[in-house]
Nanobody
Framework: QVQLVESGGGLAQPGGSLRLSCAAS????????MTWARQAPGKGLEWVAM????????YYPDSVKGRFTISRDNAKNLVYLQMNSLKPEDTALYYC?????????????????WGQGTQVTVSS
């Protein structure tokens, strides 16, 4: 079955950096676009990064563009989110998600599976 396991969250200071990882299994990882999204307390789910199945293109909303970078390693079934210049408003539970169909990209992303999430807290 599909499994997505996020890691790398923690406490960071404003202006700091964190790198999240998502380990995928149970499907042919290299055929599916992957997404990172977040949910802050009391708010809805907000996607923050999406990467093509082959890593050839990426998308970001304006809220994180220039600060966050998504990447993937198809040999290791891993997707990453490098977060720089962190702000207190980046505090949230971060999830990775898998696209519904192989080779298909939708904006906004609409994954069919999500991991359990990793907490990111930005505070001084």
């Amino acid at each position: 079955q599909v499994q997505l396991v996020e890691s790398g969250g923690g406490l960071a200071q404003p202006g700091g950096s964190l790198r999240l990882s998502c380990a995928a299994s149970g499907f042919t990882f290299s055929r599916f676009a992957m997404t990172w999204a977040r949910q802050a307390p009391g708010k809805g789910l907000e996607w923050v990064a999406m990467i093509y199945f082959d890593g050839s293109d990426t998308y970001y909303p304006d809220s994180v563009k220039g600060r966050f970078t998504i990447s993937r390693d198809n040999a290791k079934n891993l997707v990453y989110l490098q977060m720089n210049s962190l702000k207190p408003e980046d505090t949230a539970l971060y999830y990775c998600g898998k696209a519904k169909k192989p080779g298909v990209v939708t904006i906004p992303p609409d994954p069919d599976y999500w991991g359990q999430g990793t907490q990111v807290t930005v505070s001084s």
